[in-house]
């Protein structure tokens, strides 16, 4: 069933940038309809509207600010200890699409707080506070910083949570939850050094499921009978990026007759030279690519970040998440100017490179190094973002995201075949034409909502269903007319649509 015209007006006046707060805070009524909560999920808020959503009675204007990944997250804090465990459930759980979205900007140090430490999961108690939390681990919304920074919290239940990431905590750190005041977090500590100990993961592994047993043997410090065992019944793949697998069975990996096993050998840090020179002329083409990027892996967090560019190939949407740890800038500038395609793209994956860089990687030969560039940098020239969305599908809703992607400059491709690409031209304030009339939904929309149509244009767009939302987000429409269509929709109005000139600011 098509939407009614109310309905069109409504989303579409929610998502009009020059809309006023007066305007957008009338879309909080319940006359609204879903206009509200869409509104409040999918963009950026005035403050005074932020301030009346947190005071909203409506359990479901709240909860759809808490996935608003438009709006300072600070402004956020008031829903970490909403009445409601739902609001509290979906800001912990972040913005949506959840398993889309590459980048998940960061929770600030207070709201992270505020949701590990707390004692209930709301007055409604339709979730637990462990649910929460549970929420917030997989969100993606903890920097690396806080992580770094939970051991030596002062609330303990913080530092409990640090133990929990044996692995990442450094020698000192491990030594002071182990003797932590608290008995709680030393007990936790002791649960966790089992990690580290290589009699105490053998006892252990019997009892560890088949899920988590690859893991286990990725991460963990193995005893020589778990690394024979792994050799006996042909477990040995998680070995080969395991930091803790003893020097003589990394010599046997790096023979073993499995090409995908000696290829994640080769880029080991702490490979001698001889098996490098074995390698290097290796019959399988991965594995000589691996060998070949030496001395580039010298630490471990030069290989992983190697690990996470190579055979990704480019339409690669994996998830855009900070390291636990990263190589130094000198490094990524050295593989930024190597020889190497994968270490170009490896450079090009880490924001923050400087502006020459940048410029030089956009103009790279290789296909996947410009498009990591455009994903990841900051600094990437609006022209390359442009190609990429137009040749590469597959990344279109991550740099839709970006705030340097281009919204001018598209008017060229008016005409191309494809509806995404046109939609991006009909919205360029520089087309003298916009085109209301296309047979694609989405490029009318956008030619409706394009600035460069006069007020008096609007009217007959509104009225038309599939152009009514598209006008109705349009920044040209005065804000007079957004009050008017405002009344027609909100207090049931019969009359005809008022004219553009009989209008008057409410």
């Not at 980048?103 to 949701?115: A, S």
């Not at 339409?315 to 000198?330: G, K, L, M, V």
């Not at 281009?406 to 995404?420: F, K, N, S, V, Y």
């Amino acid at each position: 069933m098509s939407d009614s015209l109310p309905e069109l007006w409504l989303r579409g006046l929610a998502f009009n940038p020059a809309a006023p707060s007066g305007v957008l805070i009338r879309l909080l009524e319940q006359a609204a309809g879903e206009a509200g909560p869409l509104m409040c999920e999918g963009r950026d808020l005035p403050d005074d509207v932020v301030d009346a959503v947190l005071r909203h009675p409506d359990r479901r204007i709240r909860r759809a600010l808490a996935c608003n990944r438009h709006v300072d997250p600070a402004l956020l804090a008031p829903l970490a200890t909403d009445p409601s465990g739902i609001v509290r459930g979906w800001l912990a759980g972040g913005p949506r699409p959840r398993f889309l979205l590459r980048w998940v900007r960061p929770l600030p140090e207070d709201i992270l707080v505020t949701l590990l430490t707390a004692r209930d999961g709301g007055e409604d108690g339709l979730v637990t506070e462990d649910e929460i939390v549970a929420e917030l681990s997989s969100s993606r919304q903890i920097p690396r910083s806080f992580a770094r920074s939970m051991a030596g919290h002062e609330h303990p239940g913080i530092r409990v949570r640090a133990a929990w990431g044996w692995q990442s905590l450094t020698p000192a750190q491990r030594e002071a939850l182990l003797d932590d005041p608290d008995p709680a977090v030393r007990e936790a500590a002791g649960k966790s050094s089992w990690e580290l100990d290589p009699e105490a993961v053998e006892a252990r592994l019997p009892s560890i499921g088949s899920l988590s047993k690859s893991h286990v043997l990725g991460t963990c410090a193995l005893s020589p009978a778990v690394v024979e065992q792994c050799f006996a019944n042909g477990t040995v793949y998680p070995l080969t990026w395991n930091r803790h697998t003893p020097a003589d069975a990394v010599a046997r990996l790096a023979r073993h007759p499995e090409a995908r096993v000696r290829e994640m050998v080769a880029a080991r840090p702490d490979l001698g030279p001889d098996l490098v020179t074995a390698l290097k002329d290796d019959p399988d083409q991965g594995v000589r690519m691996r060998a070949r990027l030496r001395p580039f892996p010298r630490t471990w967090a030069e290989y992983w970040a190697i690990e996470r560019v190579v055979g990704h190939g480019p339409d690669c949407t994996c998830p855009i998440a900070e390291p636990a740890d990263e190589p130094s800038s000198d490094w990524f500038a050295a593989c930024a100017t190597s020889e190497e395609p994968v270490l170009r793209r490896v450079a090009a994956s880490r924001p923050g490179l400087p502006a020459e860089l940048v410029e030089r990687l956009s103009r790279d030969d290789d296909e996947e190094v410009r498009i990591r560039l455009a994903c990841h940098q900051p600094l990437a020239p609006p022209e390359l973002l442009q190609d990429v969305f137009v040749s590469r599908p597959a990344h279109r809703p991550h740099l839709l995201t970006l705030r340097a992607f281009p919204r001018t400059g598209w008017a060229h491709l008016i005409d191309h075949p494809d509806p995404e690409v046109r939609a991006l031209a009909a919205a360029d304030p520089a087309l003298p034409d916009p085109p209301v009339e296309d047979s694609d939904a989405s490029v009318r929309r956008a030619a409706a909502a394009n600035p460069s149509l006069a007020p008096e244009a609007l009217e007959a767009l509104l009225t038309d269903p599939r152009t009514a939302e598209g006008a109705a987000s349009n920044p040209s429409l005065p804000v007079p007319r957004m009050h008017t269509l405002l009344d027609r929709c909100l207090n049931g109005t019969t009359a005809q649509t008022t004219s553009l000139h009989g209008d008057t600011a409410t």
